[in-house]
């Protein structure tokens, strides 16, 4: 069976955790051959600050992925790609202007997050922040979000978005959410013998509350089309 | 810096009439200030503005008792207003933290949650941030909090729900079948 690698977010890995469904990542792993893996900064975030500096809030979670880290579910890319990182900050955080001032949209680390993922060629990205994502998915909606909540034009560096776009190009953003839906699809709730639905919808409404950019009509829709 | 000292006395104003409304109006200005002109003393004057807004908000801070920290509190500010435009703006944080640590004094005496008055500032402009479209890291940065954290607070709020999207979950799962090879 073919390796299908997918890089992670610290915010999915931890809310994953967090809301005990670590167990769909060993599913993926063991069942589909899923790499699930990591640059260094991600573990630095969502495994050694916490347990190092003793984050109550948040040990639990660092444990549990450095379980999976050390059960070799999840793999650490060691690719350096800062320079390639600070090319994509550049674009995108020059490329809406309010008052003719550029947007600070993204931060080094999820830029880095990018271009880890083209340097290692990985064509899909677990990712919940939800910025980041629309920046994959779809500019435009973000111009047209912060036109509304600022109250005014924005405008946009053709320039910058056509060199972006060529960055992300082949890119495709997977949330926590569908990667529960793929779980339940392949059958990983199978164990709740006749409740797999209630306990999809259970765990998708779980993720949506820790931050998963998932709307309620999402749910609603796919549990809808899946009766 | 202009705009900066003319918030700053706007808040201290706001706050010695305990104009509840005022503060959060001000807030709202100078959260989207601070995202357009992207300066740390900005985002902590958001912080301070919802913060001061929450006191006045709270009718136990109003009562006598509290009388001489809110005046520290105002006296703290002015100083710290006063200070914009003379110093450089790692001196004017620094007069802004001095705020919050009369803010955290105030607390002292009652203190009723894990997370604190500033603490809870932070948290509240660093999702608003987030649900501006501004992205998590970067919140987090201008804040000081935890993207979990920050997370946590977005999965309790409706703001996915105000958002337009390109992709619908039909496409989305299309997508994600795509991942493991299949249609």
Same mark, same amino acid.
């Given at each position: 069976?073919? $390796? ?12 994953? $955790? ?39 809030? @948040?040990?639990?979670?660092? &444990?549990?992925?450095?379980? =999976? ?21 550049? @674009?995108?955080?020059? =490329? ?34 939800? $910025? ?19 109250? $005014? ?25 569908? =990667?529960?839906?793929?779980? @339940? ?23 949506? @509350? ?12 796919? &549990?809808?089309?899946?009766? | ?16 009439? /305990?104009? !509840? ?6 807030? +709202? ?27 006045? !908000?709270?009718? /136990? ?7 001489? !920290? ?81 997370? +946590? ?31």
């Amino acid at each position: 069976m073919i $390796t299908k690698d997918i890089l992670c977010d610290a915010g999915s890995f931890i809310s994953l $955790t967090s809301t005990c469904m670590e167990q769909l990542i060993y599913f993926f792993a063991e069942k589909h051959n899923v790499r699930f893996v990591i640059p260094p900064s991600v573990e630095q975030e969502a495994v050694s600050r916490p347990i190092n500096r003793g984050m109550k809030k @948040y040990l639990f979670s660092a &444990l549990r992925i450095k379980d =999976l880290i050390n059960d070799g579910v999840v793999s650490i890319s060691d690719v350096k790609a800062s320079e390639e990182a600070k090319q994509i900050m550049q @674009y995108a955080n020059n =490329l809406f202007f309010v008052r003719g001032k550029p947007i600070q949209l993204v931060h080094m680390g999820e830029a880095e997050m990018l271009s880890v993922a083209k340097k290692l060629g990985i064509e899909y990205i677990l990712i919940d922040e939800r $910025t980041t994502r629309m920046l994959i998915e779809s500019p435009f909606s973000i111009k047209k979000h912060l036109e509304k909540e600022f109250h $005014t034009n924005v405008m946009l560096n053709k320039k910058n978005l056509q060199a972006l776009s060529k960055e992300l190009n082949g890119m495709h953003a997977l949330r926590s959410s569908e =990667l529960i839906i793929l779980a @339940y699809e392949k059958g990983f709730f199978k164990r709740f013998q006749g409740f797999e639905k209630e306990a999809l919808k259970a765990a998708l409404y779980k993720i949506k @509350y820790s931050g998963c950019s998932i709307r309620f009509n999402e749910i609603d829709e796919y &549990l809808r089309w899946r009766k | 810096m202009e705009i900066l000292k003319q918030l700053t006395f706007s808040v201290l104003g706001a706050f010695k009439s /305990r104009k !509840q409304r005022n503060l959060r109006k001000l807030n +709202d200005r100078i959260l989207r200030e601070a995202t357009i002109n992207f300066t740390k003393p900005l985002f902590r004057l958001a912080v301070l503005s919802y913060i001061l807004a929450k006191i006045v !908000q709270k009718p /136990r801070f109003l009562k006598p008792e509290y009388a001489e !920290q809110l005046k520290n509190i105002e006296n703290a500010l002015k100083t710290a207003a006063e200070s914009v435009g003379r110093v450089p703006d790692s001196e004017v944080l620094k007069n802004f933290k001095k705020v919050e640590t009369t803010i955290t004094s105030l607390e002292k005496k009652d203190r009723r949650y894990l997370i604190g008055l500033v603490g809870k500032g932070e948290l509240k402009t660093a999702a608003t941030m987030y649900a501006q479209g501004i992205s998590l890291g970067v919140a987090a940065e201008m804040t000081g909090m935890e993207k979990q954290e920050i997370m +946590d607070y977005a999965g309790d709020t409706m703001m996915f729900e105000r958002l337009k999207e390109e992709l619908n979950i039909k496409e989305r799962v299309k997508t994600a079948r795509g991942f493991l090879g299949g249609a």
